[in-house]
């Protein structure tokens, strides 16, 4: 199956030939094709970051050569290549935070690059362009989370850059222009949830013509104004320019009157004939039941760690080493007292009458979340604004915390149904629901227990190479685009002992890691190799630790995290750190953690609480461990889920819900009023990354939401 074509920009030359950058996601590299007028030209992009080529914009210069630009998502930069005619240069644009996601790239008449593109970190969309000596580097908006899922940049006759945008705050379409001494900002379409993918261009008088997409009523909208720009100086490009720190809305004086936008909808596009552009390589092509084949070599640089190795289908033979021969040592652990922050109110509590809320997953690109309420068997949608349910989706019960994962990419969400007969929940139906979260309903349905032999599903994510896996007495990955099953050959003969209690994955390295709980005798952790097909494992019980419950990974530092319920030397459980750049290990900690997410743009870890009274803040990169004491909680909160920009983590019981701040190590502790007392069972956590809001299900026997919006880095107030 190819995996190339992703995040695709289009040029043609003087000559009318194609030139196309995109995204080959199995390499995780930019690449570019151009057709000579015979066939085409393919080459790699040799940019020497690793792990580049998302979100790529192309133009052409005078010469028909090529420039790009898009992101380096393994440092999380903006970045710019150009072909010289001989070679690629590449460099970086803007290395501040998580920036370079939605470029869009214009040249000037003299040839030199400006982009626009959104900082993921600040929620902001920024613009660079090339003085002739150095980048300069603009925010142009940042009014709310703007600039996430498209911008697209035109220049006028003077040079002057014109953005069109969303504004994912208020579900808008905006757009901007650079006047000569600021940002002229206006809100073009606010009727609805509208704005995402828009592309600008400018008529020979310089005014806007912006095509976009409608969410709200699935139409593609068209936009432009038939009045009179309003005059702009011209953007001299020669020598270093003076230009103001430019602000995030512009109130216009005088007869300085924003033009008028007209918007039409819906349009209707002929089809249009497709070429294949055909992949350079041979890939091996598979008939009747589909099973993994290698389709590409991963470029990372990080080789896995030798341990026990098992290609075949049947017990391995190797008795499995670890690769440390070292004696483990924990690490020492520095207990913080946390510093009192003011209490802040719910913010919103949603009732599921009757109900019992099982699971909830946080869908992005359409500013919707979704709960599974297991009772009833259905999947119910709310809007990210309003907080106001707008669908109620028919699948089946017990869909729990991990069983719930969205693919952002082809917007479907992948709930799997568990059968669980006597259970409080009710009873499910072993089902995998394939949901489209542009219609909400069911799309198809896939069976798993043929290959899986039991619904004790547990669920893993791949949005990178869009999979979603799925675990019980075996393992199988869904392709997102096909929705087609593949099963993964186990490395045990017997499928009964390979019973998985928790799955992470490492998109960067391509690696599966799965946690046994000591079932039938094993307690390990095992390792996929999903480039190859191939299993390598630890053995904890040669380590002397015992019955591992949750794992993650860092992928920045390429580290796996897993919690034991026995680790050597102390009596209290712990977390077992797996380097997998050398192979080296330690065991730290000395609490009952619960389950365990890395911030990687922070490079912390943080874990919820299962029985213990103290959660865990890490730095990954040191292993050094901070214990959160928490001993108001009633007994346990195991759920835990971070948003990235601020570094909050959000863990609950059905008394309060806790926000831990990874750089200062404080909580701030929000009560959940009117809960009965008794339980600490915690559901779910899912938190929107873009608006902040915070969804808890704090507990199966609350038949309600909590929604809680996460205050800004540096203020818990």
Not at 57 to 68: E, K
Not at 305 to 326: D, E, K, L, Q, R
Not at 599 to 608: D, Y
């Amino acid at each position: 199956m190819s995996s190339v074509g992703e995040y695709s920009s289009l040029a043609l030359d003087r000559a009318g030939n194609p030139h196309i950058s995109y995204w080959d996601r199995a390499t995780i590299v930019l690449k570019y094709a151009r057709w000579t007028g015979t066939q085409w030209s393919i080459q790699f992009v040799n940019d020497p970051a690793r792990w580049v080529g998302k979100y790529t914009s192309l133009a052409l210069d005078s010469a028909g050569n090529p420039h790009i630009s898009y992101q380096d998502t393994s440092n999380q930069d903006l970045r710019y290549a150009y072909w010289t005619g001989t070679a690629w240069v590449c460099q970086a644009v803007d290395s501040t935070g998580n920036v370079g996601l939605y470029t869009s790239l214009e040249l000037d008449s003299a040839g030199k690059p400006h982009i626009s593109y959104y900082d993921d970190t600040n929620r902001d969309l920024k613009y660079a362009r090339w003085t002739g000596s150095a980048w300069d580097i603009q925010t142009v908006d940042s009014a709310g989370d703007v600039g996430w899922a498209g911008t697209s940049l035109a220049l006028d006759s003077g040079s002057n850059p014109h953005i069109s945008y969303r504004d994912s705050t208020n579900g808008d379409l905006k757009y901007a222009r650079w006047t000569g001494s600021a940002w002229d900002i206006q809100t073009v379409d606010s009727v609805g949830n509208v704005g995402l993918d828009s592309s600008l261009a400018l008529d020979p008088a310089g005014k806007p013509h912006i095509s976009y997409r409608d969410w709200t009523n699935n139409d593609l909208k068209y936009a432009y104004t038939s009045e009179p720009p309003v005059p702009t100086a011209t953007l001299t490009l020669t020598g270093t320019p003076s230009m103001p720190t430019p602000t995030s809305t512009v109130t216009p004086t005088g007869t300085l009157t924003p033009p008028a936008f007209r918007i039409y909808l819906p349009i209707v596009l002929k089809a249009w004939p497709l070429v294949h552009i055909p992949t350079p390589t041979t890939t091996a092509i598979s008939t009747g039941t589909p099973t993994p084949t290698v389709t590409a070599t991963s470029t990372a640089t990080r080789t896995p760690t030798a341990m026990a190795t098992s290609t075949a289908t049947g017990t391995p033979t190797i008795t499995p080493t670890h690769t440390s021969t070292t004696t483990p040592t924990r690490t020492p652990t520095a207990t913080p007292t946390p510093t009192a922050t003011p209490i802040v109110p719910i913010t919103y509590m949603l009732p599921i009458t009757g109900g019992k809320p099982t699971a909830a997953e946080a869908y992005h690109a359409g500013n919707k979340f979704y709960v599974a309420e297991s009772l009833g068997g259905k999947l119910l949608v709310f809007n990210g604004n309003t907080h106001q349910a707008t669908a109620t989706i028919p699948i089946s019960g017990i869909v729990l915390g991990s069983n719930l994962v969205i693919n952002e990419t082809y917007g479907r969400a992948y709930a799997a149904s568990r059968i669980w007969e006597g259970s409080e929940f009710g009873n499910g139906s072993g089902l995998i629901y394939v949901v489209s979260t542009v219609s909400d309903t069911v799309l198809t349905t896939i069976n798993p227990i043929p290959p899986l032999g039991t619904t004790r599903y547990v669920m893993a994510h791949d949005e990178t190479r869009d999979r979603v896996y799925v675990s019980a007495y075996g393992l199988i990955y869904i392709d997102v685009a096909t929705n087609a099953v593949f099963p993964v050959p186990l490395p045990v003969a017997e499928p009964f002992f390979f019973l998985i209690n928790e799955m992470a994955m490492n998109e960067t390295t391509n690696e599966v890691y799965l946690v046994q709980t000591g079932d039938y005798g094993y307690h390990r952790l095992w390792i996929l190799n999903a480039n190859t097909w191939t299993w390598s494992w630890v053995d904890f019980t040669s380590l002397g630790a015992y019955y591992p419950q949750h794992v993650t990974v860092s992928e920045t530092e390429n580290k796996v995290f897993v919690k034991l319920v026995g680790i050597p030397g102390q009596p209290e459980p712990g977390i077992y750190v797996l380097d997998r750049d050398d192979g080296s290990y330690a065991f730290i900690g000395n609490d009952d953690y619960g389950e365990m997410v890395v911030n990687g743009m922070s490079g912390r870890l943080f874990s919820g609480i299962e029985v213990g009274q103290n959660a865990a803040v890490i730095e990954v990169a040191t292993n050094s461990l901070f214990n959160i004491p928490l001993d108001a909680l009633y007994g346990g909160a195991p759920v835990v889920n971070v948003r990235r920009s601020t570094d909050h983590a959000f863990i609950a019981d059905q008394e309060y819900v806790v926000l831990i701040d990874g750089a200062s190590r404080t909580t701030l502790l929000i009560p959940v009023p009117n809960t009965p007392t008794g339980g600490i069972l915690v559901q779910d956590v899912a938190v929107n990354q873009h608006t902040g809001w915070v969804y808890v299900i704090p507990d199966d026997d609350l038949p309600f939401i909590i929604a809680v919006q996460d205050p800004p880095a540096g203020r818990l107030q």
